[in-house]
């Protein structure tokens, strides 16, 4: 996101999940009815290049582009394994039956720049348009709401909880946790998605697209609320 002064920030006290959060090595590998939901390891080098060389998948994503190296690649996963495994919650995307690692997703940011921790993910372009994206969501969800927490101040864009901060006597806002996903407006299927499994749409903006310096892109930001039972 473009970058904010702390003009346009508000501490507010929330809840969040207790950082550092689990390393991989103690993370307990999810299953649906489809896929297997484990933590990233150094060995998915080669597949995470196969998926990030789809010019489908990599149009999403924040960068725009395909990378061009297996090293680009490497740099993306080591933000993912120790010792930087702890300040997010990212898990690889395996089919159940062969354990073929098809995408990924979770919690890259932790915080995002707007103050909230961001969640996100990608799957190879021959498993779109078969729910997988919405079965992947909702079983990671269960896991994030699962981690422990504790109360704490952060510092949040204003207009990232409009509506949702309450005064507690002491000058200091109050506020739902968030989990915040952005999409390009023109994603109408990952928004689906994330209306899907709980996510409200709340707030379009306007970014640089870094595909195309002198182009704009507009994003939309949803939020979800950990603990709210609004996941159908």
Known sequence: MGSKTQNNTVMVKTSLPISPLPPNNTRIALTTDRLLLRSLAASDLEAMYVLRTQEEVMRWTSSGHIDMKIEETRDKLNNFLPPNDTKTFNCAICL????????????????????????GYMLRREYWGQGLASEFLNAWLKAWEGLPRSDMDIRVQKDMFTGNGNDNGNGEDVVREHLIAITEEANSGSQRVLLKAGF??????????VSEPTGVVKLVAFRYFPGSKSRK
């Open 200 to 209: 409200e749409r709340f707030r379009e903006f306007d970014e640089e697209d």
């Open 96 to 119: 159940k039956d062969t354990g073929e690692f098809i995408g990924m997703g979770g919690c890259h940011l932790f915080p995002a720049e707007h103050g909230w921790p961001e969640v």
